[in-house]
Each structure stands twice: as structure tokens, then as C-alpha cells.
């Protein structure tokens, strides 16, 4: 992807705007609208729910960085289609359909993702779609899981799917250092420690605790 | 767009919306009917489900161009005030219709197709029209000036969405045209996960745990 230092300036300066646009429609007094809950309540929960989670956090930035590491097209497919699947995945969790390993899931996206990155892996899209459209369904299981129970469940499901498309830019925008002779390299330190992260939430699994 | 479009397309932004906010709290009703209208103003800005629907057929115009969406300026807020007096009359239960929605345009504008101009303007009008009825089934006022105020708030909508997909798509930036169909996608998403919520979210045997955030570990 060839994009210059201005354009890079302008999608930091794209976020911190939707970032300022978010928490002025959060700051909004909840209107008492006919058969809803707190509306920028949900918001900030569903908002919050993959950033505090740092299994999710990982995993979505290695989704981006990835991206940007493939080029074309998958830099353009995976923002696109990616909310599309996790909406599959949340209204599976929504539903309560029985997922078994979700944790297990969400662990090993971060670990597979960060070798992938690692290794500088180039599979054909159709192999890289499938195993980020794979691990969508189980982060947006995760998110669809937890629906808050005081909150806009509504608003809440929009909160997750910006989030989670503000990790994938942010990640893009750290894939933009490949441009750089240390580049690549970097990248591929970067995803050795996004796959070390994945291995420390699996962890607890593996040993039963 | 560069960066000191952004500054100033956020800042107009942030701007509206403070003045969005402020008229909540100076709506007294100096003027016979002005409450009524201010309700109506607020009613599609204050959920989710109307104002990203209308965002996204803004999208799918602007994607179109200028020129070709033009007499949308004109039949969208026809479509909604008529979809409004159709909902006052009704009051239909419409939570799905209205995700439906989000998931129909957003979808169409992660997808970029390039749609005929009768399609688009057939669209249009149909959201324009739902959301007219659902915001019109909420009708507990004075009719006329909340009408009035719910088709002015979503034409703005509708319009802003218009002309800053189709500023940004004449930009020369390459990623332009993937954030717009991000966004899209973010939409679409809404709407299937909102699809989902209007059928289950009845039932209280669905929430299945309390929100549990575990900060960072």
C-alpha cells in the first residue's frame, strides 16, 4: 500500500475525530426513547468491551497489521467483510447457541494471527479470509455473549463493532511502517510478541485454572 | 481528503452537534408547538437505529455522486413526512423493518456497488419512508410540527452523510473508498446484530450473563 505521511496524518487524525465524535454522543443526555434502555450507556460498554479486553485488543491490531503486511487486496477485504462475520458470530452469542472454547478461541486468534505475522506468512486470500473469518465468529460470539443487562443491548452491538474496526485501523496504520527498511523486520517482532501474548491467555486453559 | 479538510469537516461536525445539544435545553416552548417540533427534531437523532440507517443511504448516494442523487434532496424528506402522517395512523411495531434496513444499505455500501439510478432513488425512498412511519408511530404531540421536526432532523442527516461520502470519494486517496465501505460494513453489522436482538431480546431467558469487563487480564 502506498500511502504518504499525510495520508497516514489524516487517518490518526480521521480516528481521534470519530474517537471525539464518540464521546460527545456518549456525553449526550440518554433520551427516554419509547421501549429503550440507556442508549450511551450501551455505547460505552459495548465501546469498552473489546479494548478491555487485551486477548481481543492483540488479536484485532494482528488482524490489521496482517492486512497491511498482505497489501492488496487483503487490506481491503478484511475491514470489510471482518464486522460482517463477527455480527454472525455475536448473534450466534446473542442466540446462546453452546460454542464450546471461546476463551480457547480468542487465545489461539491472537496466537495464529501473531505467526502468521511472525513468519510473514503470504497465503491466497481465500486461505487468509477464512482463517481471520474463522476467528471473527469466536470474537464476536465473545461480544454477543455478554449482552449488558442495564445497558442498550442495541446500542451496545454498535459499540463493539466500531471498536473493533478502530483496532483494525490502528493496526493498518502500524503495518504502514513496512514502507521502512526496519520495516519489516519490526513487523515480524511485533507479531512474535502478539503470538507470545496469545500463548499467556491460553495458558490458564491448558493447566485447567 | 487531507488533514486540514478533517479539521474542519470534524469541526463543523462537532459543531452541529453541540447545537443539537444545546436546543435540548433551551426547548421551552416560547412558541405554541415548538416542543412538539424539538421532540420531533430529536427523535431520529437520539437511536441508533434511525440515524445509521439514514447515515448509510446518505453513503450509498454519495457513492453515486452528486449529480445523479440530486432529486433525492427533494423526495427523501417527501418520503419520510408521508412515511410519518402513514405512522401516526398505524403506529406500526417496526425494531426489525428498521434493522432490516441497516442491514440492506449498509450492506449495499460495503459492497460499493454501483447501483442504477432507479434503484438507488427506489431505496431511498423506501428507508426514507419506514423510518418516517416508525418515527411517526411515536407520535404522542402536536402532529404537524413533530413531523416537521423528525423530517428536518433526518434530511439533515440524510444529506450530510450525502455530501461528505461524495467529498471524500473526489478525494485522491486510495483508502477513501475502503473506509467508506467500512463503514458500511460497520452498519450492516448493526443491523444483523440488531436483526437478532428484535426477536430475542423479549424473552428475559436471553442475556445470558452480566456484563463481566476484566480490565487487561
Redesign the interface.
Not at chain 1, 452469542?93 to 446462546?96: C, D, H, R, S, V
Not at chain 2, 436471553?206 to 487480564?217: C, D, E, H, L
Given at each position: 500500500?502506498?500511502?504518504s505521511m499525510?495520508?497516514r496524518?489524516?487517518?490518526a487524525?480521521?480516528i481521534a475525530?470519530a474517537a471525539?465524535?464518540l464521546t460527545?454522543?456518549v456525553?449526550?443526555?440518554a433520551?427516554a426513547?419509547?421501549?429503550?434502555d440507556d442508549?450511551a450507556g450501551g455505547?460505552v460498554?459495548g465501546f469498552?468491551?473489546p479494548i478491555?479486553?487485551?486477548d481481543h485488543v492483540v488479536a484485532m491490531v494482528a488482524v490489521g497489521i496482517w492486512g497491511a503486511q498482505l497489501g492488496r487486496p487483503a487490506?481491503?477485504v478484511l475491514?470489510?467483510?471482518?464486522?460482517?462475520v463477527?455480527?454472525?458470530g455475536?448473534?450466534l452469542?446473542?442466540?446462546?447457541v453452546p460454542i464450546p472454547g471461546v476463551e480457547i478461541g480468542v487465545a489461539a486468534s491472537a496466537i495464529v494471527l501473531g505467526a502468521m505475522i511472525a513468519f510473514a506468512v503470504r497465503p491466497p486470500l481465500v486461505v487468509s479470509g477464512l482463517i481471520v473469518a474463522v476467528f471473527a465468529i469466536f470474537h464476536g460470539y465473545a461480544h454477543?455473549?455478554?449482552?449488558?443487562?442495564s445497558a442498550s443491548?442495541?446500542?451496545y452491538?454498535?459499540g463493539f463493532?466500531?471498536a473493533t474496526?478502530m483496532l483494525h485501523a490502528i493496526g493498518i496504520l502500524i503495518g504502514t511502517i513496512k514502507r521502512w527498511s526496519w520495516g519489516p523486520a519490526l513487523l515480524r517482532v511485533a507479531g512474535a510478541l502478539i503470538a507470545l501474548v496469545g500463548v499467556w491467555f491460553l495458558l490458564p486453559h491448558l493447566t485447567g485454572g | 481528503?487531507?488533514?486540514r479538510q478533517?479539521?474542519v469537516?470534524?469541526r463543523i461536525?462537532?459543531g452541529a452537534?453541540?447545537l443539537v445539544?444545546a436546543s435540548?435545553v433551551y426547548a421551552h416552548g416560547a412558541t405554541p408547538g415548538s416542543n412538539a417540533f424539538f421532540s420531533g427534531l430529536?427523535?431520529p437523532l437520539?437511536?441508533?437505529?434511525h440515524i445509521?440507517p439514514l447515515i448509510a443511504i446518505g453513503m450509498l448516494a454519495g457513492q453515486r455522486g452528486l449529480i445523479a442523487g440530486q432529486g433525492l434532496l427533494v423526495a427523501f424528506p417527501i418520503a419520510f413526512a408521508s412515511g410519518a402522517l402513514i405512522g401516526a395512523a398505524l403506529a406500526p411495531e417496526l425494531?426489525a423493518v428498521n434493522a432490516g434496513t441497516a442491514l440492506v444499505a449498509g450492506?449495499l455500501v460495503?459492497l460499493a456497488f454501483a447501483l442504477p439510478r432507479t434503484l438507488l432513488y427506489v431505496i431511498v425512498v423506501a428507508v426514507g419512508a419506514i423510518h418516517g412511519m416508525s418515527n411517526g408511530g411515536?407520535i404522542g404531540q402536536a402532529l404537524a410540527p413533530f413531523i416537521a421536526g423528525a423530517t428536518l432532523a433526518a434530511t439533515l442527516v440524510f444529506a450530510y452523510a450525502f455530501g461528505v461520502t461524495h467529498y471524500a470519494l473526489t478525494r485522491t486517496?486510495?483508502?477513501m473508498p475502503?473506509?467508506v465501505?467500512?463503514i458500511?460494513?460497520?452498519i450492516?453489522?448493526?443491523g444483523?446484530?440488531?436483526?437478532?436482538?428484535a426477536f430475542?431480546?423479549q424473552s428475559p431467558t436471553?442475556?445470558?450473563?452480566?456484563?463481566?469487563?476484566?480490565?487487561?487480564?
Open positions: 500500500m502506498n500511502v499525510r495520508e496524518r489524516a487517518v487524525e480521521l475525530s471525539l465524535l460527545l454522543a456525553s449526550f443526555p433520551q426513547h419509547v421501549g429503550q442508549i455505547l460498554v469498552l468491551h478491555f479486553g487485551f487490506i481491503w475491514p470489510v467483510t471482518f464486522p460482517l463477527m455480527a454472525l455475536g448473534v452469542g446473542i442466540l446462546g454477543g455473549a455478554e449482552l449488558p443487562e443491548a442495541v446500542s452491538a454498535f463493532v466500531v474496526g | 481528503m487531507n488533514s478533517v479539521h469537516v470534524s461536525v462537532t452537534i453541540a445539544a435540548q430529536l427523535h437520539t437511536a441508533l437505529e445509521l425494531s450492506g460495503a411515536a486517496t486510495t483508502w475502503v473506509a465501505r467500512a458500511g460494513s460497520w450492516a453489522a448493526f444483523i446484530l440488531t436483526l437478532a436482538l430475542v431480546v436471553a442475556s445470558v450473563a452480566a456484563t463481566s469487563i476484566s480490565p487487561w487480564v
